[in-house]
């Protein structure tokens, strides 16, 4: 059994173009909110919790709404096509507005536009990958955001958004939104999402045939049993943990890296995002020898040590140091991210992919509600050494909550490393 890297990474165009619009919000809008209109850090911390408050309502609605719906083109692309336009023209205009009133307004748009196909996009690698194959499949989408991240990142240093005290960013927000509809246009062009769910459907019904004789026998809508729900609930507590943590730096270190380290924030995270590229692949396959919930252990691990050596940090430490230490955080990073999205879709049965999926950004929006708000008004109060110990603690606290997962793991395998990265056929 072999995932297919064509397809994958096709379809990862999706991912692309979700993750270049985040890594432009995360960095560019704290900038806004501080440099343009003068806000204090708890109430930016507020702004930028928004677009979870907006996520945690309506991303389990367009997971299950796109999981009833049938076109010819598919049941995610429609979803992905629409949202992407609509949040790429709205981030435009949003570069030249110079009132708060309007600028809030046009957020708001935007981030409804991102709300309405990103628990779609998302789903469609399962729906297009057999699930002993889903940890190397999410690898693929998380490397191709993080490419898509960095492009944006790239752009920053291009356009001169480390700048101090700069208030306009227009150019730059044009460029992001030209980057989001080049990859939609590939996405477009390029997958065939009916074709490709219908076939990875087929395979997975293989498998739960083979199943049969051992286990449970396969229901396309099972309830889950008393362990497999405390093992959910487990799992999703501590994607909530690690993002309280995680986004508390992201929606921030623009700010802290400007204000706190006078260094351009632009070239740690390309650091930390090129550690993560590197290792989303050998991720993946180790995760199919070792099993995703040791793997996931393993990146909570290194995500906290991180945050906590981070903590010593301060304006004229050595450059290499934060790079190292960033380096580790992306690593951790993608360990985890490319585990435990599959572990939460492995206790869904193929018509339950999208809400399943619901839940997991549920979680992450959920988590991610809070911390800026949160990290806001400790900052505040308290200072910014708080910054990187507040996400140390949090880290540490999923590694607790996930220690207890017993489901969601998929079978280690046992072929080569060799055919576990080569890619099928494509018909």
Not at 105 to 111: G, Q, R
Not at 310 to 335: D, H, R
Request: charged share 15%; hydrophobic share 50%.
């Amino acid at each position: 059994m072999k995932l297919n890297y064509k397809r994958t990474i096709l379809v990862g165009f999706a991912f692309f173009l979700i993750s270049a619009f985040w890594q432009a919000y995360d960095t560019i809008v704290p900038l806004i909110l501080t440099n343009k209109f003068n806000m204090e850090q708890d109430i930016s911390g507020f702004i930028m919790s928004l677009d979870n408050i907006f996520a945690v309502v309506l991303l389990p609605i367009f997971g299950t709404l796109s999981d009833k719906t049938r076109t010819r083109f598919g049941k995610r692309t429609p979803y992905i096509t629409l949202g992407c336009i609509f949040a790429s023209a709205f981030l435009i205009v949003l570069g030249y507005t110079g009132s708060l009133a309007w600028f809030i307004v046009l957020l708001l748009a935007c981030l409804l536009s991102m709300a309405t196909f990103r628990s779609p996009a998302v789903a469609l690698m399962p729906d297009v990958t057999v699930k002993p194959l889903r940890s190397k499949g999410n690898a693929i989408i998380n490397l191709m955001g993080t490419a898509g991240g960095m492009l944006v990142l790239g752009l920053g240093i291009v356009f001169k958004t480390n700048t101090a005290g700069k208030t306009d960013f227009s150019a730059y927000l044009i460029s992001v939104s030209v980057v989001m509809v080049a990859a939609l246009v590939v996405f477009l062009f390029t997958v065939k999402e009916p074709l490709w769910s219908s076939e990875a459907e087929a395979e997975n019904a293989k498998l739960d045939e083979e199943k049969k004789a051992e286990e449970i026998p396969a229901e396309p809508f099972r309830k889950l049993s008393r362990g497999e729900i405390t093992s959910l609930i487990l799992i999703l507590a501590s994607v909530a943990l690690w993002y309280i943590g995680y986004n508390a730096v992201t929606s921030k270190y623009s700010v802290y890296a400007t204000e706190v380290l006078k260094v351009p924030y632009t070239v740690t995270l390309l650091v930390a995002q090129g550690a993560a590229i590197i290792s989303y692949i050998p991720v993946g396959i180790v995760a199919s020898k070792i099993g995703r919930k040791k793997t996931i252990l393993a990146g909570v691990t290194m995500l906290t040590v991180a945050f906590a050596a981070a903590s010593f940090i301060k304006e004229g430490t050595a450059p290499i140091v934060m790079y190292i230490l960033f380096c580790l955080a992306g690593i951790g990073w993608a360990t985890i991210n490319v585990n435990s999205f599959p572990m939460v879709v492995e206790l869904a049965k193929g018509g339950d992919v999208g809400k399943y999926t619901g839940f997991y950004y549920t979680a992450s929006m959920a988590a991610q509600i809070v911390t800026p708000t949160l990290s806001g008004i400790l900052v505040k109060h308290m200072g910014w050494w708080i910054f990187f110990p507040y996400a140390a603690v949090f880290a540490g606290l999923a590694f607790v909550t996930m220690f207890f997962v017993k489901h969601g793991d998929a079978k280690p395998e046992t072929q080569g490393a060799l055919e576990a990265l080569a890619g099928a056929d494509d018909d």
